[in-house]
């Protein structure tokens, strides 16, 4: 499969309320087709979020905001095989820290390892990030039960 040069093809969901921030790596191809976050119906995110918050998710832009969630991923812009995490180079960031003044974001998760040592590596930022496990389905050692444990923490 061939690298491409891609650029991050949609904007952060947050308003001036967003007190926590959820970060990806990059969106797959699915979800960059769908243009929104965990948008391939493998991915658990959404069916975790739901079942954490107790509710049905109609619109996931307007759940996130109601419930004062910011998301967007690490990187902006790489170079990426289809939508292999294992495969990113060549990265440049989001402004995560012009994000966070502009919000009262005070805790920040990073889904999975790769937008963890991203984060870690790449982002110059006034807060640290808090690992998740990854929500992809390729992260099929981890049940559904397990994940909703595991993100738990955002309820806090």
């Known amino acids: 499969m061939e690298y491409e040069a891609v650029v991050h093809p949609f904007e952060p969901v947050y308003d001036n309320t967003s007190k926590v921030l959820i970060l990806g790596s990059f969106p797959s191809v699915i979800s960059r087709k769908n243009a929104f976050y965990y948008g391939n119906p493998a991915n658990r995110f959404w069916k975790i979020m739901a079942l954490l918050f107790e509710e049905e998710i109609h619109d996931k832009k307007q ?15 790489c170079s990426i095989q289809g939508s292999s995490d294992a ?70």
Not at 63 to 77: E, Q
């Open 63 to 77: 759940f996130c905001l109601d419930h004062h969630i910011a998301l967007w991923d690490v990187i902006n812009t």
């Open 87 to 156: 495969s990113i180079q060549d990265v440049s960031v989001n402004d995560i820290e012009g994000l966070i003044q502009k919000t009262q974001i005070k805790k920040i998760f990073t889904t999975g390892r790769k937008a963890t040592d991203l984060y870690n590596k790449h982002v110059q930022c006034c807060l640290p990030c808090t690992y998740l496990p990854s929500t992809s389905g390729a992260n099929a050692s981890m049940h559904l039960e397990d994940l909703v444990d595991a993100y738990r923490i955002l309820l806090e």
